[in-house]
């Protein structure tokens, strides 16, 4: 049986929830397979989240894992292309630890590409009518970190692909002026982003490149 994990993160930086995390539980309330969707919520901890994350591929081998975070102030949901092997926090996780120039695995590639077909996922998910966009960053926090951990450990286990989106705020979390989606809209789109992961190998052909 196909495995997917999917995972979201809880809240940071003082903010009482997190639209990633929620999302992922909705989306595997109305999961309807065939394949099994394990999902998990994350701390916003460098090593805790980095930890948990290779707990789970371990004890589940998932044949794709997408790692999900919010990146408020974007209005779109958006596959992320790369990973860097950098630990660079502006801010304290939620364990107070703001690692500076760090490695997120000490020897690793200086970068991994996503080993999911992300042009394919923003496409299905802006064909539902949601906005979606493919994004070249996925910052330097532990959206990055866990980011990358998952592509590594995707590198050394044959079969198994690894990517992160991010989405926006929900309509239901957003501070005053934010841009957002209504939560039922972040769920769905992480539903297609599964689905299209499951069923496109191959990532389409068209540009998602960015001028700057």
């Given at each position: ?32 397979g ?37 990146a ?38 200086a ?6 077909p ?27 970190h866990?980011?990358?951990?998952a ?18 705020w929900?309509?239901?979390?957003a ?14 789109a992480l ?22």
């Amino acid at each position: 049986m196909t495995t997917v994990l999917l995972t979201g993160f809880e809240p940071f930086a003082g903010d009482a929830r997190n639209p990633s995390g929620e999302a992922v539980a909705e989306a595997a309330l109305t999961w309807a397979g065939p394949e099994t969707l394990v999902t998990a919520t994350l701390p916003v901890e460098f090593d805790a989240a980095a930890a948990e994350l290779r707990q789970l591929i371990a004890e589940f081998a998932p044949d794709v894992v997408i790692a999900t975070g919010l990146a408020g102030g974007r209005p779109h949901v958006t596959p992320e292309r790369v990973a860097i092997n950098l630990r660079d926090a502006r801010i304290p996780d939620n364990a107070g630890a703001q690692p500076i120039d760090e490695p997120s695995v000490a020897g690793g590639p200086a970068a991994y590409f996503s080993s999911l077909p992300v042009k394919a996922i923003a496409a299905a998910i802006e064909g539902a009518g949601i906005p979606a966009a493919v994004s070249h960053t996925a910052g330097t926090f532990v959206c990055n970190h866990v980011f990358y951990v998952a592509a590594h450990e995707a590198a050394s286990r044959p079969g198994m692909r690894a990517g992160f989106v991010h989405v926006p705020w929900s309509t239901e979390t957003a501070p005053e002026g934010a841009a957002s989606l209504p939560a039922i809209d972040i769920a769905h789109a992480l539903q297609l982003a599964v689905r299209t992961a499951l069923d496109v190998t191959v990532d389409a052909g068209a540009s998602a490149g960015a001028l700057h």
